[in-house]
């Protein structure tokens, strides 16, 4: 019944092949998409488009989700209406994007997202259509529209390709993307290599969907990203912190980072973590890492917060300090010193490739500080630190610490547990026990 249109899957998709593209209709009572699970925004949006005689579809991810018995985040439109003639029906809405122009119709905090038909790169004739790739056929610009035949192929992946129609409930598959959801099988349309050539960032959305949804990768789908993994240096950083967001704090980052490692992607992202990994992947770096993703994970299933901060805090830990050791060693200067110098120079290449964000750094930067002053707890060095506003962050990295490194940072890590749990006067006694001890290693 799900017919598939492999003829597509390793050409380079040219005007004439569009034209003869088919789709299977799936009719209301052969698919489980109901109303009520439905944005009413985005069914008003759908319902006004079509008054004023234009086409308009629910599509991509939102369709897949509600296909699986998801819950989706977001609904997104597609229609053959232009965005200068959608804001001209809808007064709520915004137009956004310099790549491809898209309409954001505002109800309040929720946003649907309308993008016009997506079409082929061959006739540029029409004003309206501009677009550009870079030398490693990257697309820059892709303003340009079509049919909702060239839209299904112009998607990325065939799961993505699925168009629900509002006016009679029926779901219509370009690609095979309904059977391959049922398989779980995760495929590109058209041929991988140029796929992921036009945009990289396909690479990681191939990944993260794999993890999300426990998918497998069609072979051909998987094959090229090895290779064409650098290609992430194109990708401008602010685009990739993003990415890496929806990577590492969805609520599948352990299962997603062990395939960045597979497909050579996380060593682009992250290289001045990936140089310290160790073949058998049993550094402190990696033990850390492995289980800040598990506990972010952990939150994010117990709807607990969840800050970017505390895990890049966590993933950076162990590099810093091997900086900070070299920089000792080379340069004379004090711990304390180069302990600085490696927080700088670490972020200051890790933002060049992923732009974090300054109130995420700032953040980042307390944490680390904080592992070193809670080593000082003599006086009223303790009290203070207690009232550090990053400090419940700081002593979470302390105590993952603490479980990979043992030794004295155990009894570190249990202290600072007894000193915030307890009462001003028993955390008066704890730290005068402990200016006792210094004295007595004083006298020795």
């Given at each position: 019944?799900?017919?598939?249109?492999?003829?597509?899957?390793?050409?380079?998709?040219?005007?004439?092949?569009?034209?003869?593209?088919?789709?299977?209709?799936?009719?209301?009572?052969?698919?489980?998409?109901?109303?009520?699970?439905?944005?009413?925004?985005?069914?008003?949006?759908?319902?006004?488009?079509?008054?004023?005689?234009?086409?308009?579809?629910?599509?991509?991810?939102?369709?897949?989700?509600?296909?699986?018995?998801?819950?989706?985040?977001?609904?997104?439109?597609?229609?053959?209406?232009?965005?200068?003639?959608?804001?001209?029906?809808?007064?709520?809405?915004?137009?956004?994007?310099?790549?491809?122009?898209?309409?954001?119709?505002?109800?309040?905090?929720?946003?649907?997202?309308?993008?016009?038909?997506?079409?082929?790169?061959?006739?540029?004739?029409?004003?309206?259509?501009?677009?550009?790739?870079?030398?490693?056929?990257?697309?820059?610009?892709?303003?340009?529209?079509?049919?909702?035949?060239?839209?299904?192929?112009?998607?990325?992946?065939?799961?993505?390709?699925?168009?629900?129609?509002?006016?009679?409930?029926?779901?219509?598959?370009?690609?095979?993307?309904?059977?391959?959801?049922?398989?779980?099988?995760?495929?590109?349309?058209?041929?991988?290599?140029?796929?992921?050539?036009?945009?990289?960032?396909?690479?990681?959305?191939?990944?993260?969907?794999?993890?999300?949804?426990?998918?497998?990768?069609?072979?051909?789908?998987?094959?090229?990203?090895?290779?064409?993994?650098?290609?992430?240096?194109?990708?401008?950083?602010?685009?990739?912190?993003?990415?890496?967001?929806?990577?590492?704090?969805?609520?599948?980052?352990?299962?997603?980072?062990?395939?960045?490692?597979?497909?050579?992607?996380?060593?682009?992202?992250?290289?001045?973590?990936?140089?310290?990994?160790?073949?058998?992947?049993?550094?402190?770096?990696?033990?850390?890492?492995?289980?800040?993703?598990?506990?972010?994970?952990?939150?994010?299933?117990?709807?607990?917060?969840?800050?970017?901060?505390?895990?890049?805090?966590?993933?950076?830990?162990?590099?810093?300090?091997?900086?900070?050791?070299?920089?000792?060693?080379?340069?004379?200067?004090?711990?304390?010193?180069?302990?600085?110098?490696?927080?700088?120079?670490?972020?200051?290449?890790?933002?060049?490739?992923?732009?974090?964000?300054?109130?995420?750094?700032?953040?980042?930067?307390?944490?680390?500080?904080?592992?070193?002053?809670?080593?000082?707890?003599?006086?009223?060095?303790?009290?203070?630190?207690?009232?550090?506003?990053?400090?419940?962050?700081?002593?979470?990295?302390?105590?993952?610490?603490?479980?990979?490194?043992?030794?004295?940072?155990?009894?570190?890590?249990?202290?600072?547990?007894?000193?915030?749990?307890?009462?001003?006067?028993?955390?008066?006694s704890m730290v005068k026990q402990l200016n006792k001890t210094s004295r007595r290693r004083v006298k020795r």
């Amino acid at each position: 019944m799900f017919k598939q249109v492999s003829r597509f899957y390793r050409k380079i998709f040219r005007q004439e092949e569009f034209q003869s593209i088919d789709y299977v209709s799936i009719p209301r009572n052969e698919h489980n998409i109901s109303r009520k699970d439905i944005s009413e925004n985005a069914l008003k949006v759908l319902h006004r488009l079509n008054k004023q005689g234009y086409e308009a579809y629910l599509v991509g991810g939102c369709i897949r989700d509600l296909l699986l018995g998801k819950k989706p985040k977001d609904f997104d439109v597609t229609t053959n209406a232009t965005p200068e003639q959608i804001q001209k029906i809808f007064r709520n809405c915004r137009l956004v994007g310099r790549r491809f122009r898209l309409a954001h119709i505002m109800f309040g905090k929720e946003i649907i997202e309308v993008a016009t038909f997506r079409g082929t790169h061959d006739n540029l004739e029409a004003p309206t259509n501009i677009a550009k790739r870079s030398q490693s056929g990257m697309l820059l610009r892709d303003n340009v529209y079509g049919t909702i035949e060239q839209d299904a192929l112009r998607r990325d992946f065939t799961m993505n390709a699925l168009y629900y129609n509002i006016k009679d409930f029926s779901l219509r598959d370009y690609c095979g993307g309904l059977n391959d959801l049922r398989q779980g099988i995760i495929r590109l349309i058209g041929e991988p290599k140029i796929r992921y050539q036009e945009d990289p960032v396909r690479m990681l959305r191939t990944v993260r969907f794999s993890a999300k949804l426990n998918m497998k990768i069609e072979p051909a789908t998987a094959k090229p990203i090895k290779e064409l993994a650098p290609l992430l240096k194109n990708i401008p950083a602010a685009r990739l912190f993003d990415e890496v967001i929806k990577l590492l704090q969805s609520g599948n980052g352990y299962a997603t980072y062990v395939l960045l490692k597979q497909y050579h992607l996380f060593e682009q992202l992250f290289p001045s973590i990936n140089r310290l990994f160790t073949p058998n992947s049993n550094s402190n770096l990696e033990k850390i890492i492995e289980q800040a993703l598990k506990n972010t994970d952990y939150r994010i299933a117990n709807n607990q917060r969840v800050n970017p901060a505390f895990l890049f805090a966590a993933f950076f830990w162990y590099p810093i300090i091997e900086q900070t050791q070299l920089t000792c060693v080379e340069s004379g200067l004090q711990f304390h010193d180069s302990f600085s110098m490696a927080i700088n120079e670490t972020l200051n290449e890790q933002c060049r490739i992923i732009a974090i964000p300054r109130r995420l750094t700032t953040v980042m930067g307390d944490i680390w500080r904080l592992q070193l002053r809670m080593k000082k707890r003599e006086g009223k060095r303790a009290f203070a630190i207690l009232e550090h506003p990053k400090f419940r962050a700081a002593y979470d990295l302390l105590e993952m610490r603490s479980a990979i490194e043992k030794g004295e940072l155990l009894d570190l890590a249990k202290w600072w547990h007894e000193f915030q749990s307890v009462s001003v006067e028993k955390r008066i006694s704890m730290v005068k026990q402990l200016n006792k001890t210094s004295r007595r290693r004083v006298k020795r």
